[in-house]
């Protein structure tokens, strides 16, 4: 498994998980605006629909994971749409009354879209050479 395989599995996973938790905090609640919404660990605003992207972006980085063309595809689709979700956090911040985007969601938006967009840029073609025994 090359490194963008595993920090896409790693990614997933968490965003599996972190859905989850979403959904123990909110129950079915569809609070858009960020002030008033349900927060995760008491931080994060979070809806039911902001859960179901969640498990959306995990079930991507999952499957993404089988495939480093696709593992690829993914921390950078993935970061550069948290960065566009940091940025429409700040514009929008109820989401236009969809999802909570504003306050604690702006930096933590902000951090993940870097870390999965700088994640997919490191990882280079090579590393699955190597996973399949080629020279480099």
């Known amino acids: 498994m090359t490194a963008a395989q595993r920090l896409s599995q790693v990614f997933g996973w968490a965003f599996v998980l972190v859905g989850l938790a979403g959904f123990a905090a909110t129950g079915m609640d569809m609070t858009a605006d960020h002030e008033l919404a349900p ?8 809806n039911v629909v902001h859960n179901v992207v969640h498990l959306v972006f995990g079930l991507w980085g999952i499957l993404g994971a089988r495939a480093y063309g696709a593992a690829r595809s993914f921390l950078l689709g993935a970061g550069l749409t948290y960065l566009v979700l940091a940025a429409l956090g700040y514009v929008i911040p109820d989401g236009l009354g969809l999802v909570p985007l504003g306050g604690a969601d702006i930096g933590l938006h902000l951090f993940l879209g870097l870390a999965l967009l700088l994640s997919g840029m490191v990882t280079q ?3 699955a050479d190597v996973g399949r025994g080629a020279a480099v």
């Not at 927060?39 to 979070?46: D, H, S, W, Y």
């Open 125 to 127: 073609r090579r590393d």
């Open 39 to 46: 927060k995760l660990f008491g931080i994060f605003p979070v």
